[in-house]
């Protein structure tokens, strides 16, 4: 590994403020120039083949036969960022709106050890077309995140990567994305919209026979054709409580039909870890708080967030600390540090008069 990369990764989860070139090249008493962390940022693109790299011995170690592949996008906000092709208005599913910042989208490798990033791709929008009904200007992408999806899986097969099922939100839940799955030898789990139309056998399928997916009783051992899918898929309606203690219903269908529902459920539930993934990334290495301002800088930040994330995710598997009772250790280990420099500092350059009043020594 680059030495630069390599301490930028550090100073990422060290930090707890903005990471600078400067403020890293003050921190190493400029033993590493400000001029040498802005050419690493933008001297090379590090790409999703770069970070397997990165990620493989990570990989060796923890990989076992029952691992998901969990894929999966997100939106690291950058509100007052200036618009260019890397950071571009992009429409967030949680909140309903658009919202200007990074897309990303990651295949995150899960099992009982730990979780892994071991690829990726950024939403690059370099084509601008008008809008038909507003007549303004808008960025858009060359590659479609259904594509993305399938490269990184495509990737992980090439890398030979172990893993039984593909787990996905709804977005991703496309026949096409069905049958490449298939395809490939591999199974999935994944929602489908309350709206989806399913056959419930062969028969009604060649007839064009097809009920709301949410019209299907619930029950055990039932299989659903959906258009455009040639094999029967395995359906499930698991019904959740929110935070709010209200409820909502997730339409799960799975490749496998082999499996129970309680199986299909308790799979499933293990797409929460890219939840997780998402949380720590930008909270414990540093995602947001970089104030670099062209695509190749601001891409060459994200790869190295995702770096820190990896040697977060190393060091948690030996101390069994999680990512953020391993930062706030860190944290509490340099108030420590500050509070005797500053003691020592008092103690140096300063005197203490009868009244409790300082004065310059």
Known sequence: MDMTLNLYIDYLICSTSYTTATGLSRL???AISHDKVTKFLSSKN????????IAKPIYESIKLDNSVLIIDDSIEEKPYTDENELMAWHFNHA?????????????????????????????KKTLTIKNAKTGKIQRKSEVSKQQYYRNLIQSAIENTTEFKYILNDIWFASAENMN?????????IMPIKSNRKVALSDADKALGIFVGIDSVKPGE????????????LRFVRQVFKNEDDSTGILYLVSSDIELTNEQITAIYKRRWKVETYHQSLKNNASLAKSPTKIPKTQANHFFASLCAYIRLQSISMLTKYNHFALKTKIYIEALKKAMLELQNLKTSKMLQTDNCVYRLA
Not at 96 to 108: A, D, E, M, P, Y
Not at 180 to 188: L, S, T, W
Not at 221 to 232: A, K, T
Request: glycine share 8%; proline share 3%; charged share 25%.
């Open 46 to 53: 590090y790409t999703s083949a770069d970070l397997w790299k």
């Open 28 to 30: 190493t008493d400029k």
């Open 95 to 123: 909140k309903g709106r658009t919202v200007k910042g990074i897309n990303f989208i990651t295949s995150l490798y899960e099992n009982e050890k730990g979780s892994l990033p071991i690829g990726f791709n950024l939403i």
């Open 221 to 232: 051992n039932i299989l659903v054709r959906i258009r455009g899918v040639d094999f029967p």
């Open 180 to 188: 490449f799955i298939k395809a490939i030898n591999k199974n999935f």
